[in-house]
């Protein structure tokens, strides 16, 4: 380490430009939306009220706001078991050094770097009412899928679908990441002791990957919390608001409704949610860092 | 060569097949699309769809002559390069005196670079929307990059910090006791080993800003500067989709990503698990 003793202003020059455009685009405007949230428009001035809690006492009487808040949480626990369980098989295999290991990863990753909006376009069209791919695919099965976007029922669990879709590579990647910290070494060790592939996967394996995995669990959380692009583009947030996640509802507020005030309100949720899972992401980061050093 | 026990290759073989139905899975829709991409109007409105049919380039002229893709080609590369130029050079900065330099406040400024995780981005873009309309600042290029840059910082700047911690100290001390200067030091010892990280997170940077479309719909109105990401979701919402000219325009949105995606795959891969296990 370089020490500054001698009064340079070397560091703070090269450190300024990321610091003020943080605090100016990240930092300044939270305290922004809070004052926007217990505030509202005049009708015709534009000008602001204050009105204290007002905006969330009208939300949570809103049965909108507590639809969208379940949907979020059915979308985020539902695609991050799925996104985890397949991810886990996925690494386990990569991990067993099959033939075209490289192959099949690069595939993993076509659909995490396409844009949210290809990936729902390209799914919408698989999936379009009448020339859709996949009614010809299960028609023979008896099943009408093309009709699932539409359906109320089924849209969520379509939404669900192309999320992870989208995402596999993501968690399957960080899991394969944590599945070579344990080292060959450990394994042949055990299998001289007689371990079978249960035991050594449960007593050594696991032990070792497992702070990885709730790493992987919270970052899929958060990135499911506030994901909105894909959801934009499939389904719009319909039929019937049954896709309508937190941040949906807070973009159709702000963006589409332009009801800046309450959409703060309702930002305000989703920055609560947020938060949560981010703190714990932050401690379970540090706990696997210190474990693996 | 000693055989493998049936078993072994059962289960071998139960892998390969899982992998393959994953890979169909994952490249369906796309490859689909792809397809569609080269159909001629009236092949594509068919049920039940045709896999294989005459071939037409006709979606992709009509995409440049009637959708203007090649301005939005241009105002995309330009929002892109000129977005990962500065934030990769402002990362590097940070990221070198983070992990070089112990001054005062050291700690401060490496935690102020991972906060801004805590709060949704769709949760800033309220009041800055409401600051960037009152100072007339939508449909303006440098207002769209200052929003982006955000985005990429934090990200960039700890993958590089991950970097430079594989540079051990003790040899940038050795140059000096050789008597090396600290230029000398930051070109001949540092950059080098930095080079592929810079690489790695210019080139993600870029992807994202060139996937980006969130950011691009609420701070332009539609008529003037437009992304090649975004111009496909305001078709995609038209009332009569194109389909056929859609997917052209998807399939020329994806190809520059792919190439870069495919040319620096392990650096790519390598620096995604470093921003979110090791940063």
Redesign the interface.
């Known amino acids: 380490?370089?020490?500054?003793k001698k009064k340079t202003r070397?560091?703070?020059l090269?450190?300024a430009?990321?610091?003020i455009?943080?605090f100016l685009?990240?930092?300044?405007?939270?305290p922004?939306?809070l004052y926007?949230s217990v505030n509202e428009t005049k009708p015709i001035t534009g000008e602001l009220q204050f009105v204290g809690w007002n905006n969330f006492k009208r939300l949570l009487k809103n049965g909108d706001f507590w639809e969208s808040l379940g949907n979020t949480g059915y979308y985020v626990i539902v695609t991050t078991v799925v996104v985890i369980v397949?991810g886990v098989?996925?690494a386990l295999?990569?991990n067993?050094k099959?033939?075209?290991t490289s192959v099949?990863?690069?595939?993993?990753?076509?659909?995490w770097?396409?844009?949210?909006?290809?990936?729902?376009?390209?799914?919408?069209?698989?999936f379009?009412p009448?020339?859709?791919?996949l009614?010809?695919i299960f028609?023979p099965v008896g099943i009408r899928a093309s009709n699932l976007l539409t359906k109320p029922q089924y849209a969520m669990l379509c939404l669900i679908l192309v999320t992870v879709?989208k995402q596999?590579a993501?968690s399957a990647?960080?899991l394969l990441?944590?599945l070579q910290n344990v080292s060959n070494d450990l394994l042949e060790a055990a299998k001289l002791d007689g371990c079978n592939g249960w035991q050594s996967f449960w007593r050594i394996t696991f032990p070792i990957f497992s702070p990885?995995l709730l790493?992987?669990v919270l970052?899929d959380m958060?990135n499911f919390?506030?994901q909105?692009?894909l959801g934009?583009?499939l389904t719009?947030g319909g039929p019937l608001r049954k896709t309508t996640t937190l941040?949906l509802y807070?973009?159709d507020e702000?963006?589409d409704n332009f009801k800046?005030t309450n959409?703060?309100a309702i930002?305000m949720a989703?920055?609560v949610l947020?938060?949560f899972v981010?703190?714990i992401y932050?401690y379970a980061?540090k706990k696997?860092?210190e474990k693996v050093e | 060569m000693r055989r493998k026990s049936p078993k072994k290759m059962m289960v071998g073989a139960g892998k390969q097949a899982v992998m393959v139905l994953v890979s169909l899975f994952m490249l369906l829709p796309l490859v689909w699309g792809l397809i569609t991409s080269f159909k001629p109007q009236s092949k594509i409105f068919l049920y039940p769809p045709q896999i294989f049919s005459e071939l037409t380039l006709d979606n992709y002229i009509q995409a440049f002559q009637r959708e203007g893709l090649g301005r939005h080609l241009v105002s995309t590369v330009g929002l892109a390069v000129t977005s990962t130029v500065i934030g990769i050079l402002f990362a590097t900065f940070a990221a070198y005196i983070f992990s070089r330099y112990n001054f005062r406040g050291r700690t401060f400024c490496t935690t102020f670079v991972v906060l801004p995780m805590l709060i949704p981005g769709l949760v800033n873009l309220i009041p800055l929307f409401s600051v960037y309309s009152k100072m007339g600042l939508l449909d303006n290029f440098f207002g769209l990059v200052l929003l982006y840059l955000p985005g990429i910082l934090p990200f960039s700047i700890m993958v590089l910090q991950n970097y430079l911690r594989a540079v051990p100290f003790t040899l940038e001390e050795a140059a000096m006791i050789d008597g090396c200067s600290r230029w000398q030091i930051l070109t001949k010892i540092i950059l080098p080993v930095i080079i592929p990280g810079v690489i790695a997170v210019a080139m993600i940077g870029f992807v994202n800003i060139w996937n980006e479309f969130i950011i691009t719909l609420i701070f332009t109105s539609g008529r003037g500067l437009r992304t090649v990401t975004l111009s496909l979701f305001y078709m995609v919402n038209a009332n009569n989709v194109n389909y056929g000219v859609v997917c052209a325009v998807a399939f020329v949105n994806i190809i520059p990503v792919l190439v870069i995606f495919l040319l620096f795959r392990k650096q790519f891969i390598n620096s995604m698990i470093d921003g979110a296990i090791k940063g």
């Open positions: 380490m370089f020490h500054t070397l560091p703070y090269l450190v430009p990321v610091i455009l943080l685009f990240s930092y300044l405007p939270f922004y939306t926007l397949l098989i996925v295999i990569l067993s099959i033939k075209g099949y990863m690069s595939i993993l990753f076509v659909p770097i396409v844009s949210d909006v290809v990936a729902g376009f390209c799914w919408k069209w698989l379009h009448d020339f859709g791919l009614n010809a028609e879709w596999l993501y990647i960080l990441a944590g990885i790493v992987t970052l958060i919390i506030s909105s692009g934009l583009v719009g941040a807070l973009y702000a963006f800046l959409a703060s930002s989703l920055a947020n938060i981010v703190c932050f980061n696997s860092r």
